[in-house]
């Protein structure tokens, strides 16, 4: 078989120049695209790490600003509760204190009720029984009721026990002023003279007094002297009356005010009757 070399070589040639014009108008064209396309892929790849990164970063801040908005809201949400509270305290406290300042009024009005109402009913029984015992001893007796106050003051006074007397008669050596002698009605010169001999001879020294009149004793006399005092007065026959009236207006007032009605009947130290309770030696 003859090789017919001009064919080969030209299409050996045929070969080279189709080589060279795929590679210059074929493949470099598509490695050009291949590479445009790879630096284009690459650009967005970066773009969307980018993005990603972005995206990332305001989603942490976003939670950042989540959680610090939590934490004010639970702040102000804490400290509008506590402001709450104080001030529904403060509120109750205040509606506290006016009631009580209200009960403590009504309580006070009702004991000052109850004592003007056992005032003036003393003061009517007082007038009665003064009444009566003037009456009386001006039909049995045929001497005035002052006078005979002044004989049983006197007597009394003659009559002080040795503790009693001790206190009144240290009390009169040490005053500086002269002893008052006190009583409702105004007494005659013979009256006041009785009392006069009557504390020289119990205290066994001149006495100096003065007397005046008050409408504060009722029905008798009173020896006041330093601090000390000695009296009589038929104010205490009254003391057992005094008690069933604060009792009774204790009890009528239970249902306004439960304290006000257990202090009214409770008895009361100072109004206990005394043995034949006319004479008594106190310190002011």
């Not at 650009?43 to 969307?48: H, K, P, R």
């Not at 406290?93 to 309580?107: N, P, T």
């Not at 009605?185 to 066994?204: G, R, V």
Request: glycine share 4%; with cysteine.
């Amino acid at each position: 078989m003859l090789i017919d070399w001009f064919t080969v070589g030209a299409q050996v040639l045929n070969f080279l120049i189709l080589v060279w014009l795929m590679k210059h108008f074929l493949y470099k064209p598509i490695l050009n695209s291949l590479d445009a396309r790879e630096k284009r892929i690459g650009a967005e790849l970066a773009d969307a790490d980018a993005k990603k990164a972005e995206a990332q970063k305001e989603r942490d801040d976003f939670q950042n600003k989540n959680k610090t908005f939590d934490e004010q809201r639970s702040a102000l949400l804490g400290k509008a509760t506590d402001e709450a509270r104080a001030e529904r305290e403060r509120l109750v406290g205040e509606v506290q204190k006016e009631a009580d300042s209200l009960r403590a009024g009504q309580a006070a009005a009702l004991r000052n009720d109850q004592t003007r109402l056992g005032t003036e009913m003393t003061r009517l029984a007082t007038e009665e029984v003064f009444g009566i015992a003037r009456k009386t001893l001006a039909d049995l007796a045929t001497v005035s009721l002052e006078e005979r106050i002044g004989e049983v003051f006197t007597r009394r006074l003659h009559e002080m026990d040795g503790k009693a007397k001790e206190e009144m008669g240290t009390a009169l050596n040490s005053s500086s002023e002269p002893a008052l002698v006190r009583s409702v009605f105004d007494m005659p010169a013979e009256q006041k003279a009785a009392i006069q001999n009557a504390l020289n001879e119990t205290f066994s020294a001149q006495i100096r007094v003065r007397f005046e009149t008050s409408q504060d004793t009722i029905c008798g006399i009173e020896l006041t002297a330093n601090g000390q005092k000695v009296a009589w007065s038929i104010a205490h026959y009254l003391t057992s009356l005094d008690q069933k009236v604060r009792i009774f207006l204790g009890t009528q007032s239970h249902a306004q005010s439960k304290p006000a009605a257990e202090a009214a009947a409770k008895p009361n130290p100072e109004n206990t009757p005394a043995s034949n309770g006319v004479v008594h030696a106190e310190a002011k």
